[in-house]
């Protein structure tokens, strides 16, 4: 039987290799890399099994001179690598899909903190990896130099074949490499390697040829370019010289894929960009080549991607984070379960896990990053233990995804939550402005408990004690989420800020209570949730300046890769925007604030102030219950998500579903609950 889709499952031919699909997980980072093979072999295995026909590495340094560091990406700089590399491909070949190594020899970019090398970039510049402001400078690379790094390319792809990967590339992309600083105009080189575009080109032509040479025999050699850095003539531009670029080379790689550059244009966050955002860009790049192209945009839609290749925009459907939210996406579509595909977000909590050195984790899908450590399965989890019934209170991102887990592994849950609709502060925070695809987080759950018989859901349900012991499930899960302070206690106050004032928090935004006039927004949490309420606030008419204690605005955004996208949004609405400031009183027109390490004073003239610092746990029912449980009325009692820590959504999803996992075992909290790779002596 034919189906719309058939086209996302043809075998395409790469070179010398064949791709079982059209599925593509482009290379990402993760937060593994070398320092924990085991962790990122199993996450690439998964996603294979989930039916990803190609699934590659992250940028992986072919040398020491190429030291990433303080990141942890891949490393193939000598023979001792190689096994490493087995792991994750003889995982994802066990799955019938090809393994892609993306080989980076980065430049300027790489900071070399570990190595302490220098690094050759095409003139002595400063480096820009690393932190971003390393107070350092790479060495102007000679034409010898340059032959050397083509030489260490030509033995990690070597490497490369020998571990057993299908496809091998050469990284010219994402502002970060050699080969992409080298094809810049702003590359002044006299020699052979500078002025002339088709000399900037050359280093890529040479590194293309020398791969192909080197293991062009059995694998295909792919090519990652940036097609434009959104800078205008300050940078590449799809329709100046990555036109002109791509004619030059368009049939010596085997695969072109193509992007944006910098990073936080490729992965723009949904709030800034939609699904597809880059057709526009990379579109003129299959008019000019016979060989296969990989695009990516966000796509989640299996009718998006169809509508892609049919419309000659790319060949092959490439993805980072619609693959972490979903690694079975491929499967699912296949065989016609489009509503059980766990969209993303594009909330970019995937990010974070390589920005912030930790294993990758994300929103949607909480055994991201735990497939080893925990060997947690995204589709598969253990049946019950017990006949025993489970009461969650609470439908909001922790209470949804328990109570979808449990369902899922036999159990009787009954649901409930005093409000009219699931989804407790994400039902609230995605009609924020430019937030509604956060609602998928709902969404995707709500769908999945609709199918599960043995899952009873009561909204508009407010539980007190006597209403849960009456309930009589013998288990109870409280997922009661958390109010935001109204009084200015957080990271940086640790006492009530004095005086009277018009207070408002975010609860009560989000709740259609909004302030007018002038509008002092506090921020102290440092995410998303105050620049969000200054652009609110802004839209609605409010003259709003943003302020907080910390040395940028929404600080954390940076690991999310949205910052400066954030800080545009704002300023194109006049928002002001006060750093290093905290609040020393309020009157009713007006706000003392104290500069945080001049300790000068200044009076702000305001007629409300928005406090977005600290939440309070909603835990007074597992308080009042605790009782109950020591008299055995109860057989066991927990608090997850918010109600036991506020934290981000992906925490608060990741807490539910390990209530879930554990529920009906022994937990010795003496014991670590997952493995860690560890050396061996």
């Known amino acids: 039987m034919t189906s719309r889709y058939d086209i996302l499952f043809q075998p395409i031919k790469i070179g010398p290799v064949t791709a079982p699909n ?14 924990n093979p085991q962790g990122m072999a199993k996450m690439r295995g998964m996603k294979a099994e989930g039916g990803w026909g190609v699934v590659c590495t992250e940028e992986t340094e072919i040398h020491y001179t190429s030291d990433l560091s303080p990141y942890f990406e891949g490393r193939i700089w000598s023979d001792d690598d190689i096994p490493t590399w087995q792991l994750m491909t003889e995982a994802v070949h066990k799955h019938g899909s090809l393994a892609g190594i993306e080989l980076t020899y980065n430049s300027h970019d790489a900071a070399n903190l570990y190595s302490r090398a220098s690094a050759f970039a095409p003139r002595s510049m400063g480096i820009t990896g ?11 690379a000679t034409k010898d130099d340059l032959k050397q790094v083509r030489k260490w390319h030509r033995n990690a792809a070597i490497r490369a074949k020998r571990a057993g990967f299908d496809i091998i590339y050469c990284y010219a992309a994402h502002n970060m490499t050699l080969a992409f600083h080298l094809l810049s105009k702003y590359n002044d080189r006299t020699d052979e390697y500078g002025g002339s575009l088709e000399n900037r080109v050359r ?16 694998c295909a050699v792919a090519v990652r370019f940036a097609v434009d850095e959104l800078l205008g003539d300050e940078g590449m531009q799809y329709d100046g010289e990555a036109k002109e670029i791509v004619s030059m080379l368009a049939e010596l790689p085997d695969l072109w894929d193509v992007n944006l550059s910098n990073w936080a244009n490729d992965s723009v966050p949904s709030r800034f960009g939609k699904e597809g955002h880059q057709e526009k860009y990379i579109s003129f790049v299959k008019k000019l080549t016979t060989k296969p192209v990989v695009g990516v945009g966000r796509y989640t839609s299996p009718d998006s991607m169809v509508s892609a290749i049919e419309r000659g925009i790319m060949d092959i459907i490439g993805a980072a984070r619609p693959s972490i939210a979903d690694p079975f996406l491929p499967n699912k579509i296949k065989e ?34 735990e497939e080893w450590r925990r ?33 899922q592994r036999g159990y009787r849950v009954i649901l409930t939550d005093a409000q009219r609709e699931a989804g407790g502060r994400v039902a609230l925070e995605s009609q924020l402005p430019n937030l509604n695809e956060w609602r998928r987080v709902i969404d995707w759950r709500i769908t999945q408990i609709n199918k599960i018989e043995n899952i009873f859901f009561y909204p508009s349900s407010s539980m007190k ?21 109204r009084d200015g206690v957080g990271r940086y106050l640790q006492q009530p800020v004095q005086g009277n004032a018009k207070i408002f928090t975010p609860d009560d935004l989000m709740s259609g209570n909004l302030p007018t006039g002038k509008v002092l927004i506090y921020d102290d949490d440092h995410y998303y949730m105050g620049g969000v309420l200054a652009e609110l606030l802004a839209t609605n008419g409010c003259e709003v300046i943003l302020m907080t204690p910390a040395p940028t605005i929404s600080a954390w955004t940076e690991y999310t890769l949205e910052q400066n996208r954030v800080y545009k949004k704002l300023l194109d609405l006049n928002v002001t925007l ?13 706000a003392t604030v104290t500069h945080t ?16 610092t600290d939440r309070i746990p909603n835990d007074s029912l597992y308080h009042e219950l605790k009782p109950a449980l020591a008299e055995g009325k109860i057989k066991s009692l927990r608090i997850i998500g918010d109600a036991e820590a506020p934290n981000i959504i992906a925490q608060a999803v990741f807490a539910g579903h390990l209530a879930a996992r554990e529920f009906d075992e022994t937990i010795n909290p003496d014991i670590t609950p997952f493995k860690v790779e560890r050396i061996k002596f």
């Open 465 to 485: 004690v006597q209403d849960v012991l009456d309930a009589d499930a013998p288990h109870v899960i409280l997922a009661t989420g958390a109010t935001w302070r």
């Open 375 to 407: 060997d947690w399965h995204p589709e598969i989890i253990a049946q019950k233990k017990s006949n025993d019934e489970i009461l969650i209170v609470g439908a909001g991102p922790a209470g949804l995804e328990a109570a979808r887990a449990l369902g």
């Open 130 to 140: 690393g932190g971003g402001y390393e107070p350092g400078q790479a060495r102007a």
């Open 578 to 590: 006060l750093t290093h400031h905290t609040l020393a009183s309020l009157s009713p027109q007006s």
């Open 597 to 612: 390490i001049s300790s000068v004073e200044q009076t702000l003239a305001c007629d409300a102030v928005v406090m977005v």
């Open 336 to 369: 016609g379960r489009h509503d059980d595909i766990r969209e993303c977000i594009g909330c970019n909590i995937c990010v974070t896990g390589d920005t912030r050195f930790v294993p990758i984790r994300c929103t949607q899908n909480p055994t991201m990053g």
């Open 22 to 35: 059209r599925f593509y997980q482009v290379p990402h980072c993760n937060g593994f890399g070398y320092r």
């Open 203 to 218: 280093f890529l032509r040479e590194l293309i040829e020398d791969t192909k040479d080197a293991v062009g025999d059995k």
